[in-house]
């Protein structure tokens, strides 16, 4: 069974940092693709940033600059520093992990980790 692990949520001023991290467990597959999401009051979650298993990356337009997803292979675990933090950036942060079983894709999601941030 696929489990995922949030932590690092809290509450930041505006301008302030903060880390993230996703500890993935459970699965024997290697290719992969993890990522994190997020989802503010009344809005559609939205895809923050993602990393696959060659360590590739992308990024929501508008975190570039300011957000770093990053991941350790030998513990299971991907991260997300976050720094320059907005008001905006207030949400709940979902993370994310696609897994290539044999020809399948397989979808799994964390429980969810709020950031708040202050003005």
């Known amino acids: 069974q696929v489990q995922l692990v949030e932590s690092g949520g809290g509450l930041v001023q505006a301008g302030g940092s903060l880390r993230l991290s996703c500890a993935v467990s459970?699965?024997?597959?290697?290719?992969?693709?993890t990522g994190w999401y997020r989802q503010a009051p009344g809005s559609q979650r939205e895809l923050v940033a993602r990393?696959?298993?060659?360590?590739?990356?992308n990024y929501a337009d508008s975190v570039k600059g300011r957000f770093t997803i990053s991941r350790d292979n030998a513990k299971n675990t991907v991260y997300l520093q976050m720094q320059g933090l907005k008001p905006e950036d207030t949400a709940v942060y979902y993370c994310?992990?696609?897994?290539?079983?044999?020809?399948?894709?397989?979808?799994?999601w964390g429980q969810g980790t709020q950031v708040t941030v202050s003005s």
């Open positions: 994310n992990t696609k897994i290539l079983a044999h020809t399948t894709w397989q979808n799994y």
């Open positions: 459970g699965s024997t597959f290697s290719i992969n693709v």
């Open positions: 990393i696959n298993s060659g360590g590739s990356t």
